[in-house]
């Protein structure tokens, strides 16, 4: 049996993590201390409608907010967050090195070599294009992903009936922590290049080759 979803359509990214939390627990693989589904593809089409309101999940606002605001500085030391935010999560404490600093700050990563730059001066002149694309992980600093591995390979970018439709790629995404926080994120990029290009956003397509919940989640 493949335990998998391929292309189911969500209005927004609450309805995705609450259909997405139960097929996990009901047909989730046992593996290395989760339950997972592979190869999970699906679509959100108000991306905009970001916040998850489960009240199990009891999903924090103001750190995703944090987190965004944190990505938008392009600095990968946690101590920027713990500014932001008036702490900072062991998660980040436990991925940082000696200095602090963290691969999987999407901000950093999206932003270097002018990566967001680029998407938008491409869409701007060539609308049709299917180069607009946003590298995060880098098979060439596997040497630095002891700790902190980024679980977003990449984030790419279409303008489709005249709005910004996204496509993000991940190697790896825990549903509890990681999909809710990152889709807030991805879908506050998504329309925050719309803005740059004078259009609406559009649909948000999120896919995970892994996509489990920790067994202490479930």
Not at 33 to 47: M, P, Q
Not at 49 to 73: G, S, V
Not at 117 to 133: G, I
Not at 185 to 212: R, T, W
């Amino acid at each position: 049996m493949i335990n998998t979803i391929n292309n189911k359509v969500f209005r927004n990214a609450n309805e995705a993590y609450e259909y997405l939390h139960d097929r996990i627990i009901q047909d989730g693989v046992d593996f290395a201390n989760t339950k997972a589904l592979f190869n999970v593809g699906f679509y959100i089409t108000d991306s905009q409608d970001n916040k998850i309101i489960n009240r199990e999940r009891n999903w924090k606002l103001d750190y995703a907010e944090a987190e965004w605001q944190w990505y938008l500085t392009g600095v990968p030391n946690i101590k920027k967050l713990g500014k932001i935010y008036g702490k900072i999560p062991q998660i980040w404490r436990s991925m940082a090195n000696d200095e602090g600093y963290v691969n999987s700050n999407y901000g950093y990563q999206w932003q270097r070599n002018g990566q967001i730059d680029y998407v938008v001066d491409l869409l701007k002149h060539r609308p049709d294009t299917r180069q607009a694309c946003i590298s995060i992980y880098d098979g060439k600093e596997c040497d630095k992903y002891e700790k902190d591995t980024p679980c977003t390979y990449a984030v790419q970018f279409t303008i489709v009936h005249g709005r910004l439709d996204m496509c993000v790629t991940m190697r790896s995404n825990d549903l509890w922590y990681g999909f809710c926080n990152d889709q807030y994120c991805f879908s506050k990029l998504q329309a925050l290049i719309a803005f740059k290009l004078d259009i609406e956003p559009g649909v948000y397509y999120h896919f995970a080759h892994n996509m489990h919940l920790y067994n202490d989640k479930i």
